[in-house]
């Protein structure tokens, strides 16, 4: 297995439930020369609920951030949604959040080492201006510490 130290998250610019979602990231990811989509997981809603759908297998390096080798050293998470003209909504920070927090106790991965994509890309605003990335790193840290705790 490969060593991971991070996670790093994008949006997908798109509206979710319009016309880009896994399948079309696949083959928006394939059109640009990808074997195949290169986020470890992205976050949709399909139907009525926010669900995380497994993407590239983890053994596998990403192909979403080439910024100090992170493909190499993280999971890439992708949330379906523009957030740079809305907040993600309260189902999908926990769908997120849960994910985060099963990755990180699963590859020892500290809170603070989930990173918004532009904080390695800096001249994008992915995963949006309108996301919580410091809520999400918090609440993160607080269920790890939280099954920790509680041995679950």
Same mark, same amino acid.
């Given at each position: 297995?490969?060593?991971?130290?991070?996670?790093?998250?994008?949006?997908?610019?798109?509206?979710?439930?319009?016309?880009?979602?896994?399948?079309?990231?696949?083959?928006?990811?394939?059109?640009?020369? +990808?074997?195949?989509? %290169?986020?470890?997981?992205?976050?949709?809603?399909? /139907?009525? /609920?926010?669900?995380?759908?497994?993407?590239? !297998?983890?053994?596998? +390096?990403?192909?979403?951030?080439?910024?100090? *080798?992170?493909?190499? /050293? =993280?999971?890439?998470?992708?949330? &379906? %949604?523009? +957030?740079?003209?809305? $907040?993600? =909504?309260?189902?999908v920070?926990?769908?997120?959040? =849960?994910?985060?927090?099963?990755? &990180?106790? =699963?590859?020892?991965? !500290? $809170?603070?080492?989930?990173? !918004?994509?532009?904080?390695? $890309?800096?001249?994008?605003?992915?995963?949006?201006?309108?996301f919580?990335?410091?809520?999400?790193?918090?609440?993160?840290? /607080?269920?790890?510490? *939280?099954?920790?705790?509680?041995?679950?």
């Amino acid at each position: 297995m490969r060593n991971i130290d991070a996670i790093v998250i994008h949006q997908s610019l798109t509206e979710d439930g319009d016309e880009l979602n896994y399948g079309g990231i696949v083959d928006s990811h394939i059109e640009r020369g +990808f074997d195949r989509e %290169g986020y470890h997981y992205i976050i949709e809603k399909v /139907r009525d /609920r926010v669900v995380a759908i497994a993407g590239r !297998p983890l053994h596998n +390096f990403g192909a979403h951030c080439t910024q100090n *080798k992170m493909n190499h /050293r =993280s999971i890439g998470i992708c949330v &379906c %949604g523009c +957030f740079d003209h809305h $907040a993600p =909504s309260k189902e999908v920070y926990e769908v997120l959040i =849960s994910l985060c927090v099963d990755l &990180c106790i =699963s590859f020892n991965i !500290p $809170a603070n080492c989930v990173y !918004p994509h532009s904080f390695f $890309a800096t001249k994008k605003t992915c995963p949006g201006y309108l996301f919580n990335i410091t809520y999400v790193k918090n609440e993160t840290a /607080r269920r790890i510490v *939280k099954e920790i705790e509680h041995g679950s």
